[in-house]
């Protein structure tokens, strides 16, 4: 006689359960399944256990960027944006707006260089537009080697902590904090690049982009719907589970061109905002912008992930404890601001830094440094150019 195997079902153990997952269920069962961009926006920007709102996730633990590896990189950067504004013909007062500086080694890899330049030093000022506390507390400390007082507390709610958030006051009220760097140049801090007071800019954005919102959008036999955020009761690994939208979504309906050919996409209408905002000021007022991220020309579908002390986690499990970010989408971003600025790119960093004469400047360098340095020096070179590292950028 056949035996049957009997099997029992044993619930699988579901991840850790962070206070974030405990808010993010209540407004589920609340209002119904949220967006990636909501989800994103929650994960990153809560007030209370946002991932970005009180830790450094710069360094050791987190985010490894290229001005942290080696100074080199602030040199071509600073490089660049002198040649720009000698080619405009130095035009005065200067401003070099960072948004989203994080530890501020960037800026401060510039202004070391600027204060070098007789001309650019008499007038340029540095204005960094960032809205988590914790991170302009290590910004002024890298910059100033102080603190200075907040001007007030950061709005806690969402529409009042977005980069383009949009007010009428005046500049002074706006710029939350103000120091002078140890380079001798002003700083202030503003919550938005709206709220930088007018002025012939150079407009910088480093790995800004892949941390925005975005909308993940798949084609089906019933037209595109939108990926969303449901709660998972059952027997899943997570809390959390990715379910399609029943119908369109405002996302799915006004956000995918007519010729698009790609079965799913990731589209952040808050990158389109603010880069709109950035091409309106230069239009206005003169200047220039970099904006240097993960990304691709309109190639690529399903980047969203998350990264947890340098290594890939899925974005679902133990939200508030890891960075989620999507690969940005130039095409996109170009195409927001057509008719309005001169786009050139995008090109990988690999090609910028070398077109910027990367090369002979590390050879200076390596010939005059101590034996013993070489190696750590040609790591963080590689580590800047090579395609596997940071140079695909």
Known sequence: MEKKRAFSAKAQAKTKET??????????SATG???VAEYMKEICMNPMS??????????SSGVITSPEISQLYGDVIAEWCLKEWIKAGKPKPWYIVEIGPNRGALSDELLRVFSQNNDAREVVSLHLVEVSPHLSQLQELKLCGTVS????VLEADDSRRHLHLHTNQDNDELMYKHNITKHGVPVSWYRSIEDVPQGFSCIIAYELFDAFPIHKLQKTNEGWREVLIDLDDGQGEHHLR???SRGPTPASQFFIDADETRTSLEVSPESG?????????IEKEGGYSLLIDYGHDGTKTDTFRAFRSHALHDPLSEPGTADLTADVDFSYLKKMVKGKALTYGPITQQDFLTNMNIKSRFEKILASAKPELHKDLIAS???????EHLGKI
């Not at 206070?19 to 589920?28: A, E, F």
């Open 19 to 28: 206070k974030l997952v405990q808010q993010i269920k209540t407004r589920v």
């Open 33 to 35: 399944p949220m967006t």
């Open 50 to 59: 946002g991932y970005y709102m009180h830790r450094d996730v710069i360094g």
């Open 149 to 152: 007082v907040v001007k007030d």
């Open 242 to 244: 990715y379910v399609l």
């Open 273 to 281: 905002v603010l880069v709109q905002e950035i091409a309106a000021r």
């Open 381 to 387: 070179y590689d580590m800047l150019l090579g395609p």
